[in-house]
């Protein structure tokens, strides 16, 4: 077992940042991208017997970051933000919307979309309907709703790509609705 924790320790060592940026490349956030490294180290060295029979552990490794990475994606979306517009309609059946102040350059972004790729964007990002509603509410396929949406956010990233502007479009989106 001694051999198997300094070979662990030394992959970790010469290799840690590099699974730090592959997680990141995935989850988006350094804190995150650490914890799931973090993770994956706790999880082999918590079961050293069989772990001691890995041949490749750096690939071993990189896979298992790669696939936790996408867990905790896949885990995010399950989970739905209540917000305190959420809550009062569920709890009133009223329904408030307030009218966020996104920013000129994301205002004049979106103001720039096709006009379906605009409204679709609007229903989905920034009213947070499902697909689904948002196509039933527009006489629209799903898969057009798709397809518009990586249209807006591709216009969208390409609209705030300048050098000054380094917060993503999704965090900017996120940001606003909460």
């Known amino acids: 077992m001694k051999a198997f924790h300094n070979r662990l320790e030394s992959v970790y060592k010469k290799h840690y940042r590099e699974f730090c940026l592959l997680s990141i490349s995935y989850v988006s956030s350094p804190s995150l991208a650490k914890d799931i490294v973090q993770d994956v180290f706790v999880e082999i060295l918590m079961n050293d017997e069989k772990s001691a029979n890995i041949s490749n552990l750096k690939g071993y490794i990189w896979k298992s970051v790669k696939y936790a990475s996408l867990r905790k994606i896949k885990d995010a979306k399950k989970l739905v933000p209540i917000n305190g517009n959420t809550l009062v309609q569920e709890i009133f059946g009223e329904e408030v919307r307030q009218d966020v102040d996104l920013g000129p350059k994301l205002r004049s972004g979106i103001d720039k979309l096709p006009e379906q790729c605009k409204n679709v964007f609007e229903l ?23 397809t518009q949406m990586k249209k807006a956010y591709k216009i969208l990233r390409v609209h705030l790509s300048d050098r000054s502007n380094k917060i993503s479009l999704l965090g900017i989106i996120y940001h606003y609705l909460q």
Do not use: E, F, P, R
Not at 124 to 145: E, F, P, R
């Open 124 to 146: 989905c990002a920034l009213d947070g309907q499902k697909y689904q509603n948002a196509a039933d509410s527009l006489g629209i396929s799903v898969n057009t709703v798709k």
